[in-house]
C-alpha cells in the first residue's frame, strides 16, 4: 500500500502518521530514537487515540526509563554520565548510596547513582546500579519530566526505610 519505512521501521511525522494519511503507527514498528519498550508504545497509542479525536499537538515524549534486569539491577532515565561527560553544559555527580546508607539499603552496599544536573541544577539524567534500581529510576521520572526542585522533593514525606526514600532527599541536595 505504499507506506514508507527505513531499516529501523516506518517512517512517520510528529503526529506518528504515514505517508499515507489515513494509516498511523507505534510501539516497534516505528523509525525512532525513543526506546522500543512496552511502555512507549502504549504512551504513542494513547497519543494517536488523542489525535484520531482531534487534539493537533505533535507528539512530546517525556524521558524513558529503561531497566536491565540482571543482577545487579541497572537502570537508566535522561540524559546519560557519558553523554553528560561529552559536553560542557551537563555535570555528572555520583552518590554511593549504597555505602552511606548500609542498614537502609539492606546491606545493598553496590547500589550507587550518577545523576546528570544542567546549569540550571536540575535532575535532566540518572543512571543507577543496585537491587532497587527499577522502583528509584521509576519516582525519577517525574523529578525529570517535571523539573522538580529541591524543595518540591524536601516538601514531601517518603517511606523510610526504602531505596526510594533514601535516594530522593539526597538528589534534592544538589537541585536547585
Same mark, same amino acid.
Given at each position: 500500500?505504499? !507506506?514508507a519505512y527505513d531499516r529501523q521501521g516506518v517512517l512517520v511525522n510528529d503526529h506518528l502518521q504515514t505517508n499515507v494519511?489515513?494509516?498511523?503507527?507505534?510501539? @516497534? *514498528?516505528?523509525?525512532?530514537?525513543?526506546a522500543r519498550l512496552t511502555p512507549t508504545a502504549t504512551f504513542e497509542s494513547h497519543y494517536i487515540a488523542r489525535v484520531l479525536?482531534? @487534539?493537533? $499537538?505533535? +507528539? /512530546? =515524549?517525556?524521558?524513558v526509563p529503561t531497566v536491565a534486569f540482571?543482577?545487579?539491577? *541497572? $537502570?537508566?532515565?535522561?540524559v546519560t554520565p557519558d553523554e553528560a561527560a561529552q559536553r560542557d553544559d551537563l555535570q555528572v555527580i555520583? +552518590?554511593? =548510596?549504597?555505602? *552511606?546508607?548500609? #542498614?537502609? /539499603?539492606l546491606n545493598d552496599t553496590h547500589a550507587a547513582i550518577k545523576i546528570v544536573l544542567n546549569q540550571k541544577?536540575?535532575? !535532566?539524567? &540518572?543512571?543507577? +546500579?543496585? @537491587? #532497587? &534500581?527499577?522502583? !528509584?529510576? %521509576? &519516582?525519577?521520572v517525574p523529578v525529570i519530566n517535571k523539573r522538580? /526542585?529541591? @524543595?518540591?522533593?524536601?516538601g514531601q514525606i517518603f517511606a523510610f526505610p526504602t531505596h526510594t526514600? +533514601? *535516594?530522593?532527599?539526597?538528589?534534592? %541536595? =544538589?537541585? &536547585?
Amino acid at each position: 500500500i505504499g !507506506v514508507a519505512y527505513d531499516r529501523q521501521g516506518v517512517l512517520v511525522n510528529d503526529h506518528l502518521q504515514t505517508n499515507v494519511p489515513n494509516i498511523y503507527a507505534s510501539g @516497534d *514498528v516505528i523509525s525512532k530514537p525513543i526506546a522500543r519498550l512496552t511502555p512507549t508504545a502504549t504512551f504513542e497509542s494513547h497519543y494517536i487515540a488523542r489525535v484520531l479525536l482531534g @487534539d493537533p $499537538a505533535p +507528539i /512530546t =515524549y517525556p524521558v524513558v526509563p529503561t531497566v536491565a534486569f540482571t543482577l545487579p539491577r *541497572v $537502570a537508566q532515565v535522561g540524559v546519560t554520565p557519558d553523554e553528560a561527560a561529552q559536553r560542557d553544559d551537563l555535570q555528572v555527580i555520583e +552518590i554511593p =548510596y549504597g555505602q *552511606v546508607m548500609r #542498614f537502609q /539499603t539492606l546491606n545493598d552496599t553496590h547500589a550507587a547513582i550518577k545523576i546528570v544536573l544542567n546549569q540550571k541544577q536540575q535532575l !535532566v539524567g &540518572a543512571a543507577l +546500579i543496585g @537491587d #532497587f &534500581a527499577p522502583e !528509584v529510576i %521509576n &519516582a525519577l521520572v517525574p523529578v525529570i519530566n517535571k523539573r522538580y /526542585t529541591s @524543595d518540591d522533593l524536601k516538601g514531601q514525606i517518603f517511606a523510610f526505610p526504602t531505596h526510594t526514600g +533514601i *535516594v530522593l532527599p539526597m538528589i534534592a %541536595n =544538589y537541585l &536547585a
